[in-house]
T-cell receptor
Framework: GQNIDQPTEMTATEGAIVQINCTYQ??????LFWYQQHAGEAPTFLSY??LDGLEEKGRFSSFLSRSKGYSYLLLKELQMKDSASYLC??????????WGAGTKLIIKP | IAGITQAPTSQILAAGRRMTLRCTQD?????MYWYRQDLGLGLRLIHY???????GKGEVPDGYSVSRANTDDFPLTLASAVPSQTSVYFC????????????FGPGTRLTVT
């Protein structure tokens, strides 16, 4: 079966750095995606990795290792507004997105 | 309108009733999707449409139907609602070739009693 695992919840301090991990087992791989979802709102696109390595976009970076079936999202200089759920998704061989359950990130002052 | 809209925002529905959730986008995106999101589970794809006039089944299509008569609209119908269909439903759209960057509507919170 297809499976995407990420921690259920993480806590971090304002101004710090946090890394959210995602491991996947899917039938085929055509890219990995991170979305942010604030409570009660719709998900919004953050990043896309299809090749191994690090993609940086401002305070957010996403890393992919296809051989290990592993990705992480790195958030730097945390702000209170970063409190949200972070969803990892993989596009499988049918080009459909398979979603993880999300990691709820709690930022404390 | 700008972006993607859904209606209603929330609904309480008696089991056995028929219900259509509406989704409209004005971004001229080719592809549209319906997901359900349940606590502790990831988003699960119900149905999708790669272009007007075509639809496909996702991971959890049973009990749901869709149509795509034009580019802008993608309604989701529950023919006879059951309590297990209580969920938050999200409609999304994307440009052809950029299916990884999906734009989501605000969601419909549906409770089936």
């Amino acid at each position: 079966g297809q499976n995407i695992d990420q921690p259920t919840e993480m806590t971090a301090t304002e101004g710090a750095i946090v890394q959210i991990n995602c491991t996947y087992q899917t039938s085929g791989f055509n890219g990995l995606f991170w979305y942010q979802q604030h409570a009660g709102e719709a998900p919004t696109f953050l990043s896309y990795n299809v090749l191994d390595g690090l993609e940086e976009k401002g305070r957010f970076s996403s890393f992919l290792s296809r051989s290990k079936g592993y990705s992480y999202l790195l958030l730097k200089e945390l702000q209170m507004k970063d409190s949200a759920s972070y969803l990892c998704a993989v596009r499988d061989s049918n080009y459909q997105l398979i979603w993880g359950a999300g990691t709820k990130l709690i930022i404390k002052p | 309108i700008a972006g993607i809209t859904q209606a209603p925002t929330s609904q309480i529905l008696a089991a056995g009733r028929r219900m259509t959730l509406r989704c409209t986008q004005d971004m001229r995106h080719n592809a549209m999707y319906w997901y359900r999101q349940d606590l502790g589970l990831g988003l699960r794809l119900i149905h999708y449409s790669n272009t007007a006039g075509t639809t496909g089944k996702g991971e959890v299509p049973d009990g749901y139907s869709v149509s795509r008569a034009n580019t802008d609209d993608f309604p989701l119908t529950l023919a006879s609602a059951v309590p297990s269909q209580t969920s938050v439903y999200f409609c999304a759209s994307s440009l052809e070739g950029r299916a990884y960057e999906q734009y989501f509507g605000p969601g419909t919170r549906l409770t089936v009693t």
